[in-house]
Antibody
């Protein structure tokens, strides 16, 4: 069965950096675009970034553009989110999510990880 | 960028009664070449990740009870729960995934039992 497991979260000081990982299993990872979505404590869902199945294209929310980088290693079935210049408002539970459509980016999310918490605080 | 707005922000419905949540996008998410609306609904219960309920605006995900239905086209969409059950208490989100990102979510609607 499909499994997505985020890791790498923790407490970081403002201005610091952190890299999240999402280990995927149960499907052919290299065939699917992957997203990061975050949820601040007690708040709604915010789309963060997406990467095409082959890594050829990436897109970002304005709130993270220039600070976050999404990447993937299809040989390791792993998705990454490199987060730099972190701010207090980046504090959130970060989810990775898979799309349903093979080699498609414009598709709904059929599986989500359990999320990993990033706290940005001094 | 497409902005997605849900209404109401919260809703209290009696068990067995109908619950209706609305979702409006700032521009059409209907793609005429394939006749599809690029709109999904998710359910999120406390401490859990979101769960896909409805995609293409009206297609129910496998395993989702048939009391859940989606409707609408273009910019206006509705999620209906025909007979509310206790296990339906959750926050519901709509999301557009039209064309190129960003793929925005609505702000969420909290559904409770009256």
């Amino acid at each position: 069965q499909v499994q997505l497991m985020e890791s790498g979260g923790g407490v970081v000081q403002p201005g610091g950096s952190l890299r999240l990982s999402c280990a995927a299993s149960g499907f052919t990872f290299s065939n699917y675009a992957m997203h990061w979505v975050r949820q601040a404590p007690g708040k709604g869902l915010e789309w963060v970034a997406v990467i095409e199945y082959d890594g050829s294209k990436t897109y970002y929310a304005d709130s993270v553009k220039g600070r976050f980088t999404i990447s993937r290693d299809n040989s390791k079935n792993t998705l990454y989110l490199q987060m730099n210049s972190l701010r207090a408002e980046d504090t959130a539970l970060y989810y990775c999510a898979k799309v349903r459509g093979v080699q498609q980016i414009s598709y709904y999310f059929d599986y989500w990880g359990l999320g990993d918490l990033l706290t940005v605080s001094s | 960028d497409i902005v997605v707005t849900q209404s109401p922000d919260s809703l209290a419905v009696s068990l067995g009664e109908r619950a209706t949540i609305n979702c409006k996008s700032s521009q059409s998410v209907f793609f005429s070449s394939n006749n599809k609306n690029y709109l999904a609904w998710y359910q999120q219960k406390p401490g859990q990740p979101p769960k896909l309920l409805i995609y293409w605006a009206s297609t129910r995900e496998s395993g989702v009870p048939d009391r859940f239905s989606g409707s609408g086209s273009g910019t206006d969409f509705t999620l209906t729960i025909s007979s509310l059950q206790a296990e339906d208490v959750a926050v519901y989100y709509c999301q557009q995934y039209y064309s190129t990102p960003p793929y925005s979510f609505g702000q969420g609607t909290k559904l409770e039992i009256k």
